[in-house]
């Protein structure tokens, strides 16, 4: 089945540091990533959607200079956290369309859990 | 108003028992809904997709009720594995758009 890969698992860093997050669609095409970001015990809520090739879309309330995704090819997108600082601090996790003919055609990856000290 | 509202719980159930969860959505424009499964500190893993007609997989039936905007999850004969959180999703469009969760209801089975 479609894959898709996040790195890193987990990570942990000072404030002020930048922390980048990788998302690879391993045996498919994703030309569109959707990156979430989920707080201890709240739901998953969509930061913004990054379309190959294209600027990304950022919902209301998230800095797009603080949070720099890149997609610049159809199996990879990122997501740096820049300038980190304590409230960052959360589940980072990215979603790919996998079968635009099928309903149920997500794929996600597997999280990163940031720690900013 | 959120776009997905769950009971948040806990739910704390024996081995065996049957448990429901409920859900309500405030777009009737959604098109598409799902229920996700999240194990502690782990992504979201489709557990069903939710059709009008109401479905079933196994110990799991799903049903939706579009002129409510309700849906709910049933589970019968209840395991240890089940304990987890449990999302419920929906997309607004027939094509992949993006996903609107709710904020999930977490489910405990004990011996």
């Known amino acids: 089945g479609a894959v898709v890969s996040q790195h890193p698992s987990w990570v942990i860093c000072k404030s002020g540091t930048s922390v980048k997050i990788e998302c690879r669609s391993l045996?498919?095409?994703?030309?569109?990533m959707f990156w979430y970001r989920q707080f201890p015990k709240q739901s998953l809520m969509l930061m913004a959607t990054?379309?190959?090739?294209?600027?990304?879309?950022?919902e209301q309330g998230v800095e797009k200079d603080k949070f720099l995704i890149n997609h610049a090819s159809l199996t990879l997108s990122t997501l740096t956290v820049t300038s980190a600082h304590p409230e960052d601090s959360s589940f980072y996790i990215c979603?790919?369309?996998?079968?635009?003919?099928?309903?149920?055609?997500?794929?996600f990856g597997s999280g990163t859990r940031l720690t900013v000290v | 108003r959120k776009e997905v509202e769950q009971d948040p719980g806990p739910f704390n159930v024996p081995e065996g028992a049957t448990v429901a969860f409920n859900c309500t959505y405030s777009?009737?424009?959604?098109?598409?809904f799902f229920w996700y499964r999240q194990d502690c500190r782990k992504e979201p893993k489709l557990l069903m997709s939710?059709?009008?007609s109401g479905n079933e997989d196994g110990r799991f039936t799903a049903q939706l009720n579009r002129a409510s905007q309700y849906i709910s999850l049933l589970i019968r004969d209840s395991k240890l594995s089940d304990s987890a959180t449990y999302l419920c999703?929906?997309?607004?469009?027939?094509?992949?758009?993006?996903?609107?969760f709710g904020r999930g209801t977490q489910l405990t089975v004990w011996p």
């Open positions: 939710v059709y009008s």
């Open positions: 990054s379309n190959e090739g294209s600027k990304a879309t950022y």
């Open positions: 979603s790919a369309n996998t079968d635009r003919g099928r309903s149920n055609g997500y794929t």
């Open positions: 045996d498919f095409q994703a030309t569109t």
């Open positions: 777009n009737s424009a959604s098109q598409s």
């Open positions: 999703v929906v997309s607004r469009g027939s094509t992949l758009g993006r996903l609107y």
